[in-house]
């Protein structure tokens, strides 16, 4: 995405620099109409400013398709990117820090429930029955359960890690699943993040106490960045290649207003804004 960019502002440009061409050339031509007793300039004048509310629109419609892109660029980071980048701080964490870090917040528990979660739905969704106990009426995979279940326990343990993994590569994708190649799939993308998991963990072993206080401090500042980022995407669908629905309060004229309002109203106050780098400190420190 973000390699459309240039492409995207050299078309915005030339859209721009197009439309004052012609503006240009109708303005020419009404001069020259001035100075000649003749028609054929000044229809020439009309016909180019007739094209220029065309070129005008055009112009807005690429600046508003280089505005969804950033926008999309954002989504993409938040929906691809965020995970991978929070996994990586947390290996840097020692073993007592990240044992110490609650179950909902660690990156690879989420993505690991995450896939779970997708797999026991397309199990329902192909009526895959792998157990008979109990005479069950639901397409539950209780093997596969059972085995998440054990490493939810301790997810932090490289035990339990490879004993998933095992689990899942000598039993439940070769022998248990293997009459449907979909869920074997899932089944896969499962145990890429086990290995994940259990190379990441061996950084463990050369982390210090620094760079483990660090990577927590760091690790906590990005979960609570998570919501701020969350809230202030602008997700919508985008009609026409160019017009995308959005939230109230991402939109144009309330974005305008609040703008206006912490530029012209509240910094303009007396003392709002500080007058050195030692003030500018103070007033960090105090807030």
Known sequence: ISDDFAVQ??????SLTFAATLSAAALTLLIVDKERDDNLPRIGAA??????????????????????????SREV????????????????????????????????????????????????????????????????????MNEFRT????????????????????????VVFQENSYLQESLTNLTAVLKKLIEYNDRRN?????????????????HHFENRLDGSLQRGNVRWG???????????????????FWDKIYWARSGASPKSTSHARSIAMNT
């Not at 807005?60 to 950033?70: F, P």
């Not at 490493?151 to 070769?174: E, H, M, N, R």
């Not at 760079?211 to 906590?220: D, K, P, R, T, W």
């Open 151 to 174: 490493f939810a326990i301790s997810p932090c343990d490289d035990g339990c890690a490879v004993a998933f993994l095992s689990s899942l590569q000598t039993k439940l994708i070769p």
């Open 242 to 260: 160019f017009f995308k629905s959005r939230k109230f309060r991402h939109g144009h004229l309330f974005t305008t207003l609040i703008q206006f």
């Open 9 to 14: 502002a050299q078309n915005f440009t030339a």
């Open 77 to 144: 980071y938040r929906d691809d990117k965020y995970l991978p980048y929070l996994q990586e701080i947390f290996s840097f964490m020692s073993r007592r820090d990240q044992e110490a870090t609650p179950l909902g917040i660690n990156p690879f528990y989420n993505e690991i429930n995450d896939l779970s979660i997708q797999f026991v739905k397309d199990c329902q969704y192909y009526d895959q029955k792998t157990s008979s106990e109990f005479n069950q009426s639901k397409y539950e995979p209780t093997e596969f």
């Open 206 to 222: 050369h982390t210090s106490s620094n760079v483990s206080l660090a990577a927590s401090i760091l690790f906590e500042r990005a």
């Open 47 to 72: 016909i180019l400013s007739a094209l220029t509310p065309f070129l005008a629109f055009g112009s807005i419609t690429n600046a508003s398709q280089y505005k969804n892109r950033n926008e999309l």
